[in-house]
């Protein structure tokens, strides 16, 4: 399977779904070309609803739809979304208006846009209302299976999804479970708990390590709320030492969520990697190497660590 966006594998399962499910509508501002909702338009034009540059307005509209019987993906970039917290906070999370939020072009690989169009406080956002998920795939497989399970998911949703292709991770057989991780590679020495784009990079580092015989256990946590506390709990407990890797601010992601787990249920030693600072535009390949997220970087922060 060749590596594929999670905005274009979300744009592929939201056109098979509709065909059976009329609930399904789409609501955009301005961005159906690059949140890939633009063939549902032209397939089903009255189900497609652009409001412009409008966010507000399309939060709004997105609730009242939800609100009166419909399944509206309410799509825009991560970072437009986030900053219209409140309007989601009390229209969205607070009447628990069944709204699939998507974020696309979440975090610093989408490149020379730069930091303006980089969504990388959302997850921090929206992890902190009450009854929204917080999911973010892996890979095309991972990214199709989770749109099926926001259509029948009673309440708001939050889906966040790449602008850059992910190689295919998921195992033969695999089904998302909302509140589940998923063990991509035993290991005994140390876990990394990697999400979203991070994820094959985190696989690469793994068997890089595995040369210096260091046993990685990599782990797959698209649902980032809820968390899968179990797996989690058990994998740290195995190794002794665990590292997140996301493509999101340090503060308020995966890591904040995995340190909060940790400190209160099993203290173990805890590196987060993540982008410090803002954003900046330049080649994604170059912007992971800077921030530590690329397989070199992760790697190298391992061994640091477990030197520590």
Do not use: W
Not at 51 to 56: D, L
Not at 121 to 126: F, G, P, Q, S, V
Not at 163 to 179: I, K, M, T, W
Request: glycine share 12%; charged share 20%; aromatic share 6%.
């Amino acid at each position: 399977m060749p590596a594929k966006a999670s905005r274009a594998a979300f744009g592929e399962a939201l056109l098979e779904l509709a065909a059976t499910d009329p609930r399904i509508v789409t609501v955009d501002a301005d961005l159906s070309k690059s949140t890939m909702t633009a063939a549902f338009a032209k397939a089903y034009p009255d189900r497609a609803f652009n409001v412009g540059i409008a966010e507000s307005n399309l939060l709004g509209i997105g609730a009242g739809l939800a609100l009166t019987g419909r399944v509206p993906f309410v799509c825009s970039f991560a970072c437009f979304l986030a900053g219209r917290f409140e309007t989601i906070r009390l229209s969205i999370a607070y009447t628990r208006a069944g709204v699939k939020l998507v974020g696309t072009h979440a975090g610093i690989a989408i490149g020379e846009d730069g930091y303006s169009q980089m969504g990388l406080e959302d997850i921090a956002c929206i992890r902190a209302l009450p009854n929204i998920p917080v999911v973010q795939p892996a890979d095309e497989v991972e990214t199709k299976q989770a749109v099926a399970y926001a259509v029948e998911h009673d309440g708001p949703f939050y889906l966040r999804l790449t602008r850059q292709a992910l190689e295919p991770v998921s195992p033969p057989g695999y089904r998302f479970q909302l509140g589940k991780a998923v063990v991509l590679r035993p290991g005994a020495d140390v876990a990394i708990l990697a999400t979203g784009g991070t994820v094959a990079n985190s696989l690469e580092a793994a068997r890089r390590l595995a040369t210096d015989g260091i046993g990685v256990e990599v782990v797959n946590v698209a649902s980032i709320k809820p968390l899968d506390e179990e797996l989690i709990l058990r994998s740290a407990g195995k190794t002794g030492h665990v590292v997140t890797v996301e493509d999101h601010s340090l503060a308020g992601g995966l890591g904040g969520a995995v340190a909060e787990l940790l400190g209160e249920a099993l203290p173990t030693p805890l590196k987060r990697l993540g982008v410090q600072g803002f954003g900046e535009s330049g080649p994604a390949q170059a912007l992971y190497a800077k921030h530590g997220l690329d397989p070199a970087g992760i790697a190298s922060s391992i061994v640091k660590f477990l030197a520590r």
